[in-house]
C-alpha cells in the first residue's frame, strides 16, 4: 500500500486519484494512517464481502439455535 503525507495529497489530488484506482493508499498525518483511500471498484467488493459475512452469521446464528427463523428472517431481509 503507498503512503502519503495529507500536505501532499493536497498538493496531488490527481495523482492520489489515479493511484487509488490500482490499490489503497494510506494518507498520513503526524506520520500516523489517518484515512485509506481506495477505488469506488474495492469499495464495492468490500461491502459485498461484508454482507456476505454478516449473511453467513446470520444462517449459523439459526442453525445453532441462537435466532429463531423469524427473527433470522428479518435480519437477513435488513442486509
Known amino acids: 500500500m503507498k503512503k502519503i503525507n495529507a500536505t501532499q495529497a493536497k498538493q496531488y489530488f490527481g495523482e492520489l486519484l ?6 489503497p493508499v494510506a494518507i498520513q498525518k503526524h506520520q500516523k494512517d489517518f484515512a ?4 469506488s471498484a474495492r469499495y464495492h467488493e ?4 461484508e454482507d456476505k459475512c454478516l449473511h ?3 444462517v449459523l446464528a439459526e ?5 429463531g427463523s423469524e427473527a433470522s428472517m ?3 431481509d435488513s442486509i
Open 18 to 23: 489515479n493511484n487509488a484506482q490500482q490499490e
Open 74 to 76: 428479518k435480519l437477513l
Open 46 to 49: 468490500l461491502l459485498a464481502f
Open 36 to 39: 485509506i483511500l481506495l477505488s
Open 63 to 67: 442453525q445453532e439455535g441462537f435466532i
Open 56 to 58: 453467513d452469521l446470520a
